[in-house]
């Protein structure tokens, strides 16, 4: 059974970096598409970032580019998401999710009924 599990949030102040981890179990993430999405308070869950672990190719949110940093670890089947410049509006709940596929459009990536698995979570709080 696969098994993607969360890590790395926590509370920091504007202006400071997080790195937020996801491992997977039962499964390699080859031939397959990372997303991160995240869910604020009182709000629908939004897409962040996302990697081909075939391609290398990546995709951003407007809101995060030029901030956030996806990237992976072969070894050790784990995806990192690199948050800069945080801002009290990056306070949410971070998901990573997976989709069995080689490749997804920017379009594709970005919606979250396409990803097959799902971790549980991890709260990231950013304070003025």
């Known amino acids: 059974q696969v098994q993607l599990v969360e890590s790395g949030g926590g509370l920091v102040q504007a202006g400071g970096s997080l790195r937020l981890s996801c491992a997977a179990s039962?499964?390699?993430?080859?031939?397959?598409?990372l997303g991160w999405f995240r869910q604020a308070p009182g709000k629908e869950r939004e897409f962040v970032s996302a990697?081909?672990?075939?391609?290398?190719?990546?995709y951003y949110a407007d809101s995060v580019k030029g901030r956030f940093t996806i990237s992976n670890n072969y070894a050790k089947n784990t995806v990192y998401l690199q948050m800069n410049s945080l801002k009290p509006e990056d306070t949410a709940v971070y998901y990573c999710?997976?989709?069995?596929?080689?490749?997804?459009?920017?379009?594709?990536?970005?919606?979250?009924?396409?990803?097959?698995?799902w971790g549980q979570g991890t709260q990231v709080t950013v304070s003025t």
């Open positions: 039962g499964h390699t993430f080859s031939r397959s598409v």
């Open positions: 990697i081909s672990w075939t391609y290398g190719t990546t």
């Open positions: 999710a997976a989709r069995v596929i080689n490749y997804m459009t920017s379009v594709e990536a970005g919606r979250e009924g396409l990803y097959d698995y």
